[in-house]
């Protein structure tokens, strides 16, 4: 820490380093991939555990997210308890995935920053605290599958210090 500010370096985006947030859905961590459709399609099988609570559903929607401007500094992050929720890029862009593990406490040191290749999505597991949208470069759409249901489900943290981001 310095002058008033956490700086957190990237990593690269991992599935091992961010089985602890959710799971990362790319082709090559596919635990079981095979041939469909008469040997024209290979499905890349069962990539995330998508959680919704009871009476609740699963939605897909789109989100179109502005690029976010460079040096980045978080003040907060937020949860939603009641189910996961998953991003993936549709225009092949890179982004920036900030996460930290489920709880009623948080350590800055508990929060990690990862880079995602336009080719990985991300799937955060319910409760996981992770920042909101964070697209690079340009306007970015990401196909984004989470909860529907009754009550609230996203809580939110301010940081008590400004995290500063370091590519
Ligand atoms: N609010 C909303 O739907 N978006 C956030 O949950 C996010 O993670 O981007
Ligand atoms: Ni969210």
Redesign the pocket.
């Known amino acids: 820490m310095s002058n008033g500010v956490y700086s957190i370096a990237v990593e690269p985006l991992t599935a091992a380093a961010f089985a602890p947030f959710g799971d990362v859905i790319e082709a090559s961590n596919a635990a079981r991939h095979f041939s469909i459709n008469g040997g024209n399609t290979e499905r890349y099988h069962d990539l995330a555990n998508i959680e919704v609570d009871a009476g609740a559903r699963p939605i897909i ?1 789109i ?1 179109r ?1 502005q690029p976010r401007a460079l040096p980045l500094t978080l003040t907060m992050l ?1 949860r ?1 308890p009641h189910g996961s ?1 998953a ?1 993936m890029p549709l225009q092949g862009r890179p982004y920036l995935v900030a996460v930290a593990p489920a709880g009623e406490h948080v350590a800055l040191s508990d929060i990690r920053v990862f880079l995602a290749r336009g080719d990985q999505g991300v799937n ?1 597991s319910a409760g996981t605290w ?4 964070l697209a690079l470069d340009g306007v970015s759409d990401f196909l ?1 599958v ?1 909860r529907a249901g009754e009550g609230p489900n ?1 809580d939110e943290m301010d940081l008590p210090l400004p995290v500063l981001i370091t590519l």
Do not use: I, T
Not at 130 to 133: F, G, T
């Open positions: 929607s989100f997210g937020e939603h929720q991003f955060y992770h920042h909101p949208l984004v989470d996203c």
